[in-house]
Each structure stands twice: as structure tokens, then as C-alpha cells.
């Protein structure tokens, strides 16, 4: 099916097979293989990418649902040789072991600061009607949709806040 | 996962055109749990319409002096809504406490009523399930299955409701509107959208092929605290073993029913004075199943019901 596509801010029109996740679509149609395939059943998080600006599981999406969408993967966070802030922030607190879930965390934690940004509530946040605070809780309660078997959640519990600017 | 025609709907009228020359299509919205089980071929739609970008998606209020929620409202929209967190704070915490953020992201109202039982047998095709199979038996019952029905259950299904959400619409009153190829339009409450399994448990409400959820409908909030308390077995980002939503002097419990279950028992207990664990109990007394979950459920209603009449918090 005819669908029409920017990724990274490159436009694709490419017919797809209706039954294509957007996952498959990135990685095997664009070879992006940046976003990964853990579970294939949006429990592990390993998959996310920003659709609009907004993180979801490519593996519980269809790439033809996407019609007109700006897509966002790993590839596309850093400028030229600048890394996205998150990136960096991985790097510097070592935020990962196997890096496998890596990808899926940075685009899951660049779409948190863009929740906290617009002051969305999570089930960790202790009034609903005053200004969201970034505490640790939050952190680990808002990135409980990436699963690391690592479990490098120290460190990247440390490398969000280090790019969020909370002090430990 | 099976081959499907896909067709993405230009309007309403389009999208229940399309379904009723179709009576093997499914609507599609976020997909998260469509999807999910397209991919366990546990669901084998013949046609998918995509209902996605219907305009549908707005939060507006009502001349009741209530909230429109269209069924294409993302979780995350409605729960981050400020009239709905300081109106409905029960409707935000339910929402917030179920699945993780990307699938809040995209799961739409309409959807998360719609969403299937996640019973262990029923996710697992290898397994019989009366549900997923008709006729082929119930795994559940005698299983190793932790969150069975304690209201409600046929001997062919035990199976519960997933949606948290629907716990605290259910407690606050909210109607389901529902439109169809004819052009009927349709009101019904959340609390009943949902059959008890009977003996066709693979039917899971009473919408017709062609009927799209348009919104849903909150009258104003009841005076008085509301609470919302989920027990699971971990923190974060899994289904509830039992919930319970607590608005003013209505009770709701989650995950022990088919669908959301209104203690009605309680509630009437409650308004004739009665201690809130004697009130959990009034509504335990007709409870079948596990005495763990009961006790569960017991403890649970117990401590919310007492939160909640010392005020609660939201």
C-alpha cells in the first residue's frame, strides 16, 4: 500500500505490505538498524522511536498507520558529528553494557523531557495538579517501559538526569 | 501474522461504510493490542480500518457540566488533561497506572475499552480456551492463572476484564456513545459495555460489527474523595492482580470481573453506615473463586474505602 513517509527528515513514497510493523519497515525497507527488536510485542521498549515528536513501540505499529508522519530513530538524534544531549549523556555515565536497548532508551528518554517539557503526570507524580518535578522516582517510573537485562538502571537512571540537569 | 486488506477511513460515514460491506474488518485505532494479538494470530481480522485519524480525539465539556472525551483521545492526552486531573483524578491514576508511556502514547479511548482479556490461556494459543476457541475448555479454571473472575465466571470462562481505565469509568458513571452504518446513535454505560461470559465467552461486548465508539461521556464528578489503588506484582508497567476506584459513595473493583465491577453491595453497606471492611465484605459474600484473591480484594477495598473517607488524595 502506497504509503508516504519522512524519517530522519528524508521523505520516502514506497508501497509497503499491509502487514509491515514500522520496526520491520526501518530496519529492512531503510535499513535503519538502529531501532531493535527485542520481544516484538511492546514489552520491552528495545523498538522505541518518536512519531511526531511523540515515543512509541515501532514493533506495535504498522508502517501503513503512518501515513504523512515525521519519524524519528537513534540515526537521527545527533547533528553531523554532535551528539543529541542524551547520547552523550549515555556515553559519559557508560549507560549501558551489551547496548542492545540502548537506542530504545535514548529516543524513550528524548521523548520523556518532552513530557516533562509539557507537564504531563505520570503514576509516580504526588499531585496531578502541580508542576511536574523531575525526581528519581519519575525517572525510573517513566522509562519502565525499556527493559535493560543489563540492568544498567543505575547508570541510566544517572545519565537522564544528567541530561535533564537534576542534580543527584 | 495473516494477509489483511487495509483501508484508512477519510470520515465516519467512510469508516461505517467500510465496516458494514465487511463483516470480517476490524476498526483499528492505536493498534496496541490489536496488533498484538494479529501477531499471535489470536485475532485474523480480514480487514483493518484505520480509524486513526477520525476527528475524534477532543476533550470538550458537556452543558451537564461533565467532560467529552472522544474516542481517539490518546491515554496519555486524557490523563494529562488538567480538567480531567483536577475533576476526575481517579480517571487520571487509573490511566496512568496501566501499560508504560509509548503505549499510552498511542492507545486511544476507544481502543483501551476495546482491548482483550491478557488471561494466560487466552495469550496462548497452544492452550484451550472457550474464549479464543469456543468449545475447546477453559485452562484457567484449575490453572496456574493468577487474576481469575470472582464475579461473574461461567463454567466455560473466568477470565477478567485488563483495562484499568474502565474501573474508573465505570465509578464515575460515564456512557459509552457508539454510532452505526444506519446512522443510530447509541448510548450505553461503560459499567455494562462488557458481557459476562455466559456461555460465548468469545463475544466480549454487545457492539454490532458495524458500531465505532464515538466517546465517552462523564457526568460531574460526585462529591466527596476519589481514590484509585492497583495491586500488581511488580511497580511499574504490568496488569493489575485487583483494583479498586472509589469516587464519593461508589465503589468500583478491577480485574476480578469480565468487566468493570461496581460493589454495589458495598455501596449500599457504606449508606447504611457500615465499617469499610464490613462494606468490602457485603460485596465478598457473593464472590466465588480463589480465598486468596478474595482476601486480596477484602484488604484492598478495606484500605481504600478508609483512605478515602479521611479524604484521600489526588
Known amino acids: ?168 | 501474522m495473516k494477509p489483511f486488506a487495509f483501508e484508512r477511513a477519510r470520515n465516519v460515514d467512510h469508516a461505517l461504510s467500510l465496516a458494514a460491506a465487511a463483516p470480517g474488518a476490524r476498526f483499528l485505532a492505536g493498534g496496541t493490542n490489536l496488533l498484538d494479538l494479529m501477531k499471535l494470530e489470536i485475532e485474523q481480522p480480514d480487514t483493518l480500518i484505520d480509524v486513526g485519524r477520525l476527528p475524534l480525539a477532543d476533550i470538550s465539556e458537556t452543558a451537564g457540566g461533565g467532560l467529552r472525551i472522544g474516542a481517539l483521545a490518546t491515554n496519555t492526552f486524557v490523563a494529562s488533561d488538567p480538567r480531567v486531573r483536577s475533576r476526575y483524578p481517579v480517571l487520571a491514576r487509573a490511566i496512568l497506572s496501566g501499560a508504560s508511556v509509548q503505549l499510552r502514547n498511542k492507545a486511544s479511548m476507544g481502543g483501551n475499552l476495546m482491548q482483550r482479556t491478557r488471561c494466560t490461556y487466552f495469550m496462548d494459543p497452544a492452550k484451550p480456551c472457550n474464549k479464543r476457541l469456543p468449545g475447546s475448555g477453559c485452562s484457567a479454571m484449575g490453572g496456574l492463572s493468577q487474576a481469575t473472575a470472582l464475579f461473574g465466571a461461567s463454567e466455560f470462562c473466568a477470565a477478567v476484564s485488563a483495562s484499568d481505565m474502565s474501573v474508573a469509568l465505570a465509578v464515575l458513571d460515564a456512557e459509552v456513545e457508539t454510532v452505526r452504518a444506519d446512522g443510530s446513535v447509541r448510548r450505553r454505560p461503560v459499567e455494562t459495555l462488557h458481557r459476562l461470559p455466559g456461555d460465548a465467552p468469545q463475544v466480549d461486548t454487545d457492539l454490532a460489527p458495524d458500531e465505532l465508539i464515538l466517546a465517552v461521556e462523564l457526568p460531574p464528578p460526585p462529591s466527596g474523595s476519589q481514590v484509585w489503588r492497583k495491586v500488581r506484582a511488580r511497580a511499574s508497567y504490568i496488569g493489575a492482580l485487583a483494583s479498586i476506584a472509589v469516587a464519593g459513595d461508589r465503589v468500583a473493583l478491577g480485574a476480578v470481573a469480565a468487566r468493570p465491577w461496581r460493589a454495589r453491595a458495598t455501596e449500599a453497606a457504606l449508606a447504611g453506615g457500615a465499617a469499610p471492611r464490613e462494606a468490602a465484605e457485603a460485596e465478598l459474600v457473593s464472590a466465588s473463586g480463589q480465598d486468596g484473591r478474595k482476601s486480596l480484594v477484602r484488604r484492598l477495598a478495606t484500605d481504600a474505602i478508609q483512605e478515602s473517607l479521611k479524604g484521600g488524595r489526588s
Open chain 1, 1 to 168: 500500500m502506497r504509503t508516504e513517509i519522512r524519517v530522519n527528515g528524508v521523505d520516502h513514497a514506497v508501497d509497503v505490505d499491509t502487514r509491515t510493523s514500522l520496526l520491520d519497515f526501518l530496519r529492512e525497507q531503510l535499513d535503519l538498524k538502529g531501532s531493535k527488536k527485542g520481544c516484538d510485542h511492546g514489552q520491552c521498549g528495545a523498538c522505541t522511536v518518536l512519531v511526531n515528536g511523540v515515543r512509541i513501540n515501532a514493533c506495535l505499529s504498522l508502517a501503513v498507520m503512518h501515513d504523512g508522519d515525521h519519524v524519528t530513530t537513534i540515526e537521527g538524534l545527533a547533528s553531523g558529528e554532535a551528539l543529541h544531549p542524551l547520547q552523550q549523556a549515555f556515553l559519559t555515565e557508560d549507560a549501558f553494557q551489551c547496548g542492545y536497548c540502548t537506542p530504545g532508551q535514548i529516543c524513550s528518554a528524548v521523548g520523556l523531557m518532552a513530557e516533562i517539557a509539557a507537564g504531563q503526570p505520570s503514576d509516580a507524580t504526588a499531585d496531578l495538579n502541580a508542576k511536574v518535578v523531575l525526581t528519581d522516582a519519575e525517572i525510573r517510573e517513566r522509562m519502565s517501559g525499556n527493559i535493560c537485562r543489563c540492568s544498567a538502571y543505575p547508570q541510566i537512571l544517572a545519565a537522564v538526569r544528567r541530561a535533564a540537569g537534576v542534580a543527584a
